[in-house]
């Protein structure tokens, strides 16, 4: 297995964990939404209460794994109002300068969340079973799959401006 074929599996699996937790957490708001119905408090005098914090648990995922998928896309977000008057290059050297600033960011994220993960592990959910570390967990994995994204696209991008350089001399 090649490197790039590595990289394409995680995109993959990257998206299958996004799009499996946002299909748990439609259902999870649809059973709450549907015990609070008129019928069904009549018939059932409570709503569970796990769906709550799971629906929040699900929606951190979403959220973390959405933007390790937006930074793959190039679709974050982004006040580009200026950078898009600039020439070229100076866009290009722009784009690898705020890549770089937010690789540097994500990989501190990373950081700070392993050195909290033991104080993470000793603590449950509310209403879940469940360590925390399971829902603090997804913050060092999405991140650092952020960081791999910008790297790629930091080393493409740089690489793409020295070609484009040595055709124009």
Not at 95 to 117: C, E, H, P, T
Request: glycine share 2%; with cysteine; net charge positive.
């Amino acid at each position: 297995m090649t490197i790039q074929e590595l990289y394409r599996k995680t995109i993959i699996i990257e998206e299958s964990v996004s799009t499996f937790a946002f299909i748990l957490l439609f259902l999870t708001v649809l059973i709450q939404v549907v015990f609070r119905t008129p019928f069904i408090i009549r018939t059932v005098p409570f709503a569970p209460i796990w769906t709550e914090e799971l629906s929040r648990w699900l929606f951190v995922y979403v959220v973390f794994f959405g933007a390790s998928r937006g930074v793959y896309a190039r679709d974050n977000i982004a006040i580009d109002t200026l950078v898009t008057r600039f020439p070229p290059r100076v866009k290009a050297i722009t784009n690898i300068f705020v890549d770089v600033v937010m690789l540097v960011a994500v990989v501190l994220v990373v950081y700070v969340s392993l050195r909290g993960m033991p104080f993470v592990a000793r603590q449950r959910g509310a209403t879940l079973p469940f360590p925390l570390l399971y829902l603090h967990g997804v913050i060092p994995v999405s991140c650092s799959l952020m960081a791999l994204r910008l790297f790629v696209i930091t080393v493409t991008d740089t690489h793409r401006l020295i070609s484009h350089k040595r055709e124009a001399t």
